[in-house]
């Protein structure tokens, strides 16, 4: 009894702060195609995910310094009880092709060209805060190029 007590309290203690993370936008529906980002930054996550746990707070750290910027971040949640919009998501956001590819998956971000559908980078807990932002940077840069060269 008390070892299942201790499971418990374990897995309360493991999992809630995951629950509780800060609220991610979902994309905006009132936003045409000609208006959307072209960079995304699609998150697959889950609570139960280890990698998860490490990498989401980094990312919420770094996201403020994007508000204005023409990048549109995008959760996936696989968490259990959760899943059954999450491809509405991608849907909307016009990424169905990527979500397809990585349904299930967690514990990455990556950053897409949603207009080629070209992944460029696929952020892991291997990027602290400074190189989550350098590969934002870098992608934000050639998304931004090409779409006021072309």
């Known amino acids: 009894m008390r070892i299942s007590l201790i499971i418990l309290a374990l897995m309360t203690a493991f999992l809630a702060p995951n629950f509780m993370r800060g609220d991610w936008a979902e994309p905006a529906q009132a936003q045409t195609v000609e208006e959307r980002p072209r960079l995304v930054a699609a998150m697959f996550r889950s609570s139960w995910c280890g990698a998860c746990r490490i990498l989401e707070p980094r990312i919420d750290d770094v996201r403020p310094d994007y508000a204005d910027a023409a990048i549109e971040f995008i959760r996936f949640d696989f968490t259990l009880g959760q899943r059954a919009s999450v491809r509405d998501i991608a849907v909307e956001a016009d990424i169905t092709e990527l ?8 514990g990455f971000m990556v950053l897409m060209d949603r207009e080629t559908g070209t992944v460029f980078e696929i952020l892991t807990t291997n990027y602290d805060r400074e190189h989550l932002r350098e590969a934002i940077d870098r992608w934000l840069a050639v998304t931004t190029d090409e779409a006021t060269a072309g």
């Open 99 to 106: 979500y397809d590819r990585l349904v299930g998956r967690t």
